[in-house]
């Protein structure tokens, strides 16, 4: 026997997936949201989104590299995933510093020091997002639209919807003064304006997350029960006083709602593991952005959720495991 | 204004106070009495935790120390004999002294040496790969070279050699815990004694196969012929599942096994000189001249006697 | 009834069934066979020939070393050359029975006609001491002894036999041909089960992709009008064939974690142990064949091949018949590409349990270097046993042994799911097969112990 034959132990062939695979996978559904915000925002949405995901990109090759003197794992495409999230985030106003400032804690504060993919607690993306809010308020809620490749109707100069609305229920206003005031219908909320990237497009984002279901890349439950928890919550609230509370399809449409419940929340290293698990992460979300929402003061809750929640997942990993064969 | 910064300074003392009583009380309460030799003993411990003396870290070697009426069954390797003097002038204890001793890796089976024959894909771990099959090589016996005992060691002592790949033991940070002799699962790493200035023999190789067989698989190999154990005459060596094992209680560092051992099998280390294997070999060939001798003589004066009585 | 299926985890590998057309051709006879003496689980066999005896085919070589343990038999007839150790597919030494083929004189007794014998015995133990003394043991891979199986112990009903026909393994097409070609004699083999084990129900699983053996089974179970039995579609799912997933696909019950199938009522055996059943009690013929697919991906329709052969043929040897190992070849497996073992040693003999040499190309086997855990939970939802591998990995990796027993380690199956489907390529199995074994260790000394103890009371309370 000349030839070297190869032995293992079973099994001896695998399935075709992998963990560049399913990025790219994110990658792909984040797309349709990325180019409508490209044609709505223009030429400083773009160097956004280049300098976020090449920041991210940049400093986990160079830390894995120099710093931890091993391999790099950037060909895994986390980084850019991480790096996409972020940049949808923000303003297409905000000064390129700071973006890359979002990256470094990104990379550097919420993903490599704890071990790097897979052993992070709290999702890297909203917290740069909520880092930079904290740090560079002004900077942060600063939404005057740049100017894009098409005309946006009903532009918005200033704040987001939900900033507006808090500052108008501050001072004693209603909800239906402020869709007057403001010139919103509902249809607006499909494409959305004076936001981030990712809170442009409700459609943009639900066409990637179909795409994700498609290709088995996500968890399907925990989108629905954040967004059902959130339902659930603005009907009671909204029935019983719709002057004070907004109802349903508001909450459910701006803000960051769609982008956290679809592809922030969803994020395998930081949600639960079990499908009751992650059912209770949905309901604890839903809940804090809805509370934050309506009595708290920042008009924009689903970050904040997130990172609460985040904190919760390895007890709920701890106590609620996947129904094993033959165990009652 | 002055009134806020005094109430602050004041209540916040107080609570420090409080608290701080609350916590002196709580300790003193549930404070667990012990022996405060325990606490003596640990404190010259080398605080490892490396389990090596069979007990679940220095506290609790210490805690058995105490309870024990003696110490004859109790050693701490990484301390060694130094450690065991401090405990038993603590304890009013005598120990003996016992000879330091060092991992000891019994494979010489280098990739020059030991031609792989197949490929392993497997997850890089020793005890997986050997409770798969009999091995890459076509020594079923040898180093498997995954490096379950450089993982194992808690001090360093060991790493892998890229060219050899076997594992090498540096015996400046080796303290005989014994890790890596239970992580093995070829029971190739041995305890054996460090030797005076270091110096010691030991046969690299446990490979049970026939001689033909063990050679054919690895130039390295101990063929099992026997001319360690004819050589030495210090009772040191058997021949066992053809195999030579050298009892390192008995060897007397000649070096004459090694000089005869027809694969090489047979290594000594530390030792100033290299090793003359002619001139050894003319020693022991000249010492069996002079038995042959001897014998005839023997025999001589044997045959004059009976014929003289007969 | 519809399609049925496990309720749990599951992978869907493409079934590569490249070797289906094949009709089984019979071997030739080699000049020299090796029988192993450790051809089934439990205790290794104990030979009762000696070197220089003559033997003829489907004689008594080896007796049972234990009360789990089979009969072996001669599968030539020759002489014996020598009883010694000689290297298994793994490598490791085990008893051997040399024997020099001359000519191919069976035992008078055997009856080698073709003709269906379809009368079955009323005497339960007689059938059962036929089946024993044939040597017959499960031929799906564990290679249990079947009088062993079909005989529970006081206290314990089956209520369902289940024949396994689903061959869930990609590449494997032995257990296919058979229930094509020769259904009649699989379905007289299950009646046969029926009868011993006290006339219970019987379902025989075919996984849907094998629509011409549904039929051929189908057809041969209404004409031979046998009772209470009937044939059942399996949806096309890895591990479909596995014990525990057949009882839970077709008895809609689970077996409890350290319990047997007879707990529940089942009796699960392979349509190829079903054949052997028929052989040894209809015809006396005891298990000296079976059937073994040669296959793999990217080798040509020619080195395909289903071939009849002896036990104690060299591996080697039916690779030489065959065509010779392919080019392409990298990894050749016994078995199929889930759960086989990689052959380090081709001369290896051929054993009752012996089902393929399947030829794997570097592109299908190779494995990718592992990298982080991402926690998808994929290996979780994997797991037909709803295991959770990336715990017990992480446990194992901390020599948790109590955290892994609690996570259930020792229930694995070790069918490959969770590593097949690992983005990461994480070597789960790999660890998880060392974690459920010191689990074991641990709970049987634990079950010593307490044996121990309780007898050692009894003898106190005795006094």
């Known amino acids: 026997m000349d030839k070297k034959y190869i032995v293992s132990p079973s099994p001896h062939i695998h399935a075709d997936v992998s963990t560049t695979k399913i990025m790219r996978d994110v990658i792909i559904a984040l797309c349709p949201a990325i180019l409508v915000s490209i044609l709505a925002y223009g030429w400083a949405e773009l160097l956004v989104l280049l300098v976020s995901v090449a920041s991210c990109v940049l400093l986990e090759w160079a830390v894995t590299r120099w710093m931890l003197k091993r391999p790099s794992t950037v060909g895994d495409l986390s980084a850019v995933v991480t790096g996409l999230l972020l940049a949808m985030n923000l303003p297409s106003s905000i000064p390129l510093w700071i973006v890359f400032i979002g990256a470094v804690v990104c990379i550097c504060v919420a993903k490599l020091p704890f071990g790097g993919i897979g052993q992070n607690v709290f999702n890297p993306a909203i917290t740069g997002r909520v880092f930079l809010l904290v740090s560079f308020p002004a900077q942060m809620t600063d939404w005057t639209p740049t100017a894009g490749f098409l005309s946006i109707p009903d532009a918005v100069s200033g704040a987001t919807p939900l900033g507006v609305l808090k500052e108008t229920l501050k001072s004693g206003g209603t909800i239906s003064q402020f869709m007057e005031t403001n010139g919103y219908t509902w249809s607006s909320f499909f494409f959305d304006l004076g936001a981030s990237a990712g809170e442009l497009s409700a459609g943009a984002l639900l ?50 709602a769609l982008l956290g419940a679809l592809f922030m929340a969803t994020d395998y290293v930081t949600s639960p593991m079990s499908t009751l698990g992650g059912i209770i992460y949905g309901i604890g979300i839903g809940v804090i952005v809805m509370m934050i929402r309506y009595f708290g003061s920042y008009p924009e809750g689903m970050s904040f959720a997130i990172l609460l929640m985040n904190c919760t997942v390895p007890l709920l990993n701890m106590w609620f495991h996947q129904k094993k064969y033959g165990r009652a | 204004m002055t009134l806020t910064f005094i109430w602050t300074v004041a209540i916040l003392t107080v609570l420090g106070l409080v608290l ?83 991992a000891v890796v ?64 540096d015996e400046t940070k080796c303290t005989a815990c014994g890790a890596c002799t239970k992580a093995c699962p070829k029971h190739i790493i041995e305890l054996r004694a460090k030797g005076p200035r270091g110096m010691r023999m030991y046969v690299s190789c446990v490979n049970k196969d026939k001689g033909p067989v063990a050679k054919k698989a690895c130039a390295s190999a101990c063929i099992g012929c026997g001319l360690c154990a004819k050589t030495c005459t210090h009772d040191a060596i058997t021949v066992v599942d053809n195999v030579a094992y050298i009892d390192f209680t008995k060897c007397k560092l000649c070096r004459e096994c090694e000089a005869v051992c027809p694969t090489g099998a047979i290594h000594g280390v530390n030792f100033p000189k290299e090793l003359d294997k002619e001139a050894v070999k003319k020693r022991i060939a000249d010492r069996k001249a002079k038995a042959a001798e001897a014998a005839k003589a023997a025999e001589a004066t044997e045959e004059k006697k009976e014929v003289a009585n007969g | 009834m519809g399609k049925l299926t496990f309720s749990m985890g599951g992978v869907h590998p493409h079934d590569s069934k490249y070797a289906r057309e094949c009709a089984i051709e019979e071997l030739p006879l080699p000049q020299t066979v090796y029988v192993s003496m450790a051809q089934h689980l439990g205790a290794p066999a104990k030979p009762l020939v000696a070197v220089g005896d003559s033997v003829k085919v489907g004689q008594v070589i080896a007796e049972p070393g234990g009360f789990i343990s089979a009969f072996v038999h001669s599968p030539v007839s020759g002489t014996v050359k020598a009883i010694a150790p000689r290297k298994d597919l793994a490598g490791n030494f085990v008893t051997h029975v040399e024997i020099a083929v001359e000519g191919d004189e069976w035992d008078p007794a055997i009856d080698r006609s073709k003709d269906l014998v379809t009368a079955i015995p009323d005497d339960k133990a007689a059938i059962l001491d036929k089946i024993k003394a044939a040597g017959v043991v499960g031929l799906g891979g564990a290679t249990f002894p079947a009088h062993v199986k079909l005989n529970p112990a006081p206290g314990k009903v089956a209520e369902c036999l289940i024949l396994n026909g689903a061959e869930c393994e990609p590449f494997l097409t032995s257990d296919y041909r058979i229930m094509i070609e020769r259904p009649k004699e699989i379905v007289v083999g299950a009646a046969i089960m029926q009868k011993v084990l006290g006339g219970c129900r019987c379902v025989i699983g075919i996984e849907e992709n094998k629509p011409e053996a549904i039929a051929a089974m189908t057809d041969a179970v209404r004409e031979l009008g046998y009772a209470n039995m009937e044939v059942q579609v399996l949806k096309k799912r890895y591990p479909q064939g596995g014990e525990k997933q057949l009882i839970d696909a077709v008895m809609r019950r689970q077996v409890k974690s350290g319990g047997l199938p007879i707990d529940v009522g089942a009796v699960v055996q392979n ?68 759960m086989g073992k990689a052959i380090s040693n081709l001369d290896a003999a051929t054993v009752k349990g012996s089902s393929s040499v399947l030829y794997l190309s570097e592109g299908m086997t190779r494995r990718k270097p592992a990298t982080s855990c991402i926690r998808c939970g994929k290996c979780a939802d994997a797991c037909p046993m709803g295991l959770e591998p990336f715990l017990l990995n992480r446990l194992y990796k901390a020599a948790d042994l109590e955290g892994l027993e609690a996570n259930a380690a020792q229930d694995c199956i070790e069918c490959g799911c969770c590593l097949y489907s690992c983005p990461a390529y994480i070597p789960l199995l790999d660890n998880i097969r060392q974690a459920k074994g010191q689990v074991m260790g641990v709970i049987r000394a634990r079950a010593a112990a307490a044996k121990a103890a309780a007898e050692a009371a009894k003898a106190a309370t005795n006094k």
Not at chain 1, 227 to 251: C, E, K, Q, R
Not at chain 2, 121 to 149: E, H, I, P, W
Not at chain 3, 297 to 325: C, K, T
Request: proline share 6%; glycine share 12%; with cysteine.
């Open chain 3, 271 to 338: 349509v190829a142990t079903s054949l052997a059943v028929y052989e040894a009690v209809q015809k006396n013929k005891p298990l000296i064949t079976n059937v073994l697919t040669i296959t793999g991906d990217q080798i040509p329709g020619n080195l395909q091949h289903n071939y009849l052969f002896r036990i104690g043929m060299p591996l080697s040897w039916i690779v030489e018949q065959a065509g010779g190992v392919p080019e392409t070849a990298a990894k050749l497996i016994s078995g199929g590409p889930m």
């Open chain 2, 106 to 169: 019994r494979c010489n089976g280098t990739c020059s040496a030991r031609p792989r024959i197949n490929e392993y894909d497997g997850v890089q771990s020793c005890r997986v790969k050997a409770a798969l099959y009999s091995g890459d090589t076509g020594c079923a016996f040898g180093c498997l070279g995954c490096g379950d005992c450089v993982a194992a060691c808690q001090f360093g002592a060991l790493s892998m050699d890229p060219e050899t790949g076997l594992p090498v033991v």
């Open chain 2, 20 to 102: 701080a009583l609350i916590l002196f009380w709580v300790a003193r309460k549930f404070k667990v009495e012990e022996d405060p030799r325990i606490d003596e003993v640990e404190k010259v411990m080398p605080g490892a935790n490396c389990g090596g003396c069979g007990f679940a870290g220095c506290r609790a070697f210490a805690d058995a120390a105490v309870k024990a009426t003696n110490l004859d069954n109790q050693y701490c390797p990484v301390g060694g004999d130094e450690v065991m003097q401090k405990v038993a002038s603590i304890l009013g204890f005598t120990v003996a002294a016992k000879a330091p001793q060092v």
């Open chain 1, 207 to 256: 066409l990637g997350f179909i795409y994700l279901l498609i290709r088995r890349v996500v968890k399907p439950w925990i989108p629905v029960s954040i967004l059902g928890t959130m339902a659930i919550i603005a009907a009671i609230f909204s029935g019983i006083n719709p002057d004070a509370y907004t109802g349903v399809a508001f909450n459910l449409l701006t803000g960051g």
